[in-house]
T-cell receptor
Framework: DTAVSQTPKYLVTQMGNDKSIKCEQN?????MYWYKQDSKKFLKIMFS???????INETVPNRFSPKSPDKAHLNLHINSLELGDSAVYFC??????????FGPGTRLTVT | KQEVTQIPAALSVPEGENLVLNCSFT??????LQWFRQDPGKGLTSLLL?????REQTSGRLNASLDKSSGRSTLYIAASQPGDSATYLC??????????FGAGTTVTVRA
């Protein structure tokens, strides 16, 4: 009965590789987000989708490409991974502007 | 640009003491404010959501107040327990679907 789930939980990869993180929510929410938490634990929004449409696209390198095949899914694809991409990536969802619900996070380590 | 500050960055108290966590924000044009808890290596759990028209919200031992005009929110945790040890984050939502997070206050409750 997980509300917001992400896979994988851990991802270790080498520089230059391409990887994807998947997110699914079963709350029926219409808005989904990707957040990045850096080593100082600061959370910063990357993208937001509302009903499969991109509504927020922060200053993120274009190596990061989100895709929302339907309202319940928001995947994050990262090309040409760099050391600085190492972080914890959180998916979240909300209904309109109500409370935000987070997934468990994906810890990405780029070596 | 909204800036959210949480002071102190860390707090250590003996069990049973009341906790007071502060959050301040620079732009008072907010839609709501949400308090989260994050345990080490885990995702964020929503604690309380206060709409901009509200002054406070309560849930069990937790009480959050909001003073929009002065750009402040305070989270009170009564009779702290070791299980309350975690990082507490506040997030301010503006009407454009964007949440701005503080860096968090890491709380340690000593048994």
């Amino acid at each position: 009965d997980t509300a917001v789930s992400q896979t994988p939980k851990y991802l270790v990869t080498q520089m230059g590789n391409d990887k994807s993180i998947k997110c699914e929510q079963n709350l029926g929410h219409d808005t989904m987000y990707w957040y990045k938490q850096d080593s100082k634990k600061f959370l910063k929004i990357m993208f937001s989708y509302n009903n499969k449409e991109l509504i927020i696209n922060e200053t993120v390198p274009n190596r990061f490409s989100p895709k929302s095949p339907d309202k319940a899914h928001l995947n994050l694809h990262i090309n040409s991974l760099e050391l600085g991409d190492s972080a914890v990536y959180f998916c979240a969802s909300s209904q309109d502007e109500r409370a935000l619900y987070f997934g468990p996070g994906t810890r990405l380590t780029v070596t | 640009k909204q800036e959210v500050t949480q002071i102190p960055a860390a707090l250590s108290v003996p069990e049973g003491e009341n906790l007071v966590l502060n959050c301040s924000f620079t732009d008072s044009a907010i839609y709501n404010l949400q308090w989260f808890r994050q345990d080490p290596g885990k995702g964020l759990t929503s604690l309380l959501l206060i709409q901009s028209s509200q002054r406070e919200q309560t849930s069990g031992r937790l009480n959050a107040s909001l003073d929009k005009s002065s750009g402040r929110s305070t989270l009170y945790i009564a009779a702290s327990q070791p299980g309350d040890s975690a990082t507490y984050l506040c997030a301010v939502r503006q009407s454009d679907y964007k949440l701005s997070f503080g860096a968090g206050t890491t709380v340690t409750v000593r048994a």
